[in-house]
């Protein structure tokens, strides 16, 4: 795996090295050894797969607070998404800031967010299928949201979202409240 870093402190684009023979090729997408090393999560109780029916469907920006906050690694396994982090940490260099990447089927990449990070995405393709590994299970009362339009965020998504969820559309604009510790 290369671990390719982000501008936001602590996160990392994850790229596969593929090993390929005349079948195709194997690549490991989670190693505990390498992950830990870069002081990343290891321990993933949780699994989750979000199935995206039409382009343009919009998901987020979502997190869950202490003591449930969770560390995401996220990959497309169908389709393309374009998927973003935000920094919430509020002793972070990098608070405030956002970070974004397509995760295809194609390119094979993933996103490593750490705990105290806001999560959404873009579907790109129809039929966008996300897998993600989470360091913490899911407790409802730590669920927490902010608009994916937040003027202070000023995410640049790259296609106005065609598709939304009622509760996505009813989060408010980013609190100084909300940050994580």
Same mark, same amino acid.
């Given at each position: &795996?290369?671990?390719? *870093?982000?501008?936001?402190?602590?996160? !990392?684009? =994850?790229? +596969?090295?593929?090993?390929?023979? @005349?079948? /195709?090729?194997?690549?490991?997408?989670?190693? @505990?050894?390498?992950? /830990?090393?870069?002081?990343?999560?290891?321990?993933?109780?949780? #699994?989750?797969?979000?199935?995206? #029916?039409?382009?343009?469907? +919009?998901?987020? &920006?979502?997190?869950?607070?202490?003591?449930?906050?969770?560390?995401?690694? &996220?990959?497309?396994?169908?389709?393309?998404? $374009?998927? %973003?982090?935000?920094?919430?940490?509020?002793?972070?260099?990098?608070?405030?800031?956002?970070?974004? %990447?397509?995760?295809?089927?194609?390119?094979?990449?993933?996103?490593?967010?750490?705990? /105290?990070?806001?999560?959404? $995405?873009?579907?790109?393709?129809?039929?966008?299928? %996300?897998?993600?590994? &989470?360091?913490?299970?899911?407790? *409802?009362? #730590?669920?927490?949201?902010?608009?994916?339009?937040?003027?202070?965020?000023? =995410?640049?998504?790259?296609?106005?979202?065609? %598709?939304?969820?009622?509760?996505?559309?009813? !989060?408010?604009?980013?609190?100084? /409240?909300? +940050?994580?510790?």
């Amino acid at each position: &795996m290369i671990f390719q *870093p982000t501008p936001l402190a602590g996160a !990392y684009v =994850i790229e +596969l090295e593929p090993h390929a023979d @005349e079948r /195709g090729f194997f690549a490991r997408t989670f190693c @505990e050894r390498e992950f /830990g090393a870069r002081g990343l999560a290891t321990r993933f109780p949780q #699994a989750n797969t979000s199935f995206n #029916a039409r382009a343009g469907t +919009l998901r987020g &920006m979502h997190w869950q607070a202490a003591p449930h906050a969770e560390a995401k690694l &996220m990959r497309c396994t169908s389709g393309a998404i $374009f998927d %973003v982090i935000v920094d919430l940490r509020r002793r972070s260099p990098t608070l405030l800031r956002w970070f974004g %990447v397509e995760l295809s089927a194609r390119n094979r990449k993933a996103l490593y967010a750490p705990e /105290g990070f806001a999560h959404g $995405f873009l579907t790109l393709t129809p039929e966008a299928e %996300v897998a993600y590994l &989470m360091s913490a299970s899911y407790a *409802p009362e #730590a669920a927490r949201g902010a608009r994916y339009d937040d003027p202070r965020l000023g =995410i640049a998504w790259p296609a106005k979202p065609a %598709v939304i969820s009622a509760r996505d559309l009813a !989060y408010p604009d980013l609190d100084d /409240g909300l +940050l994580q510790d």
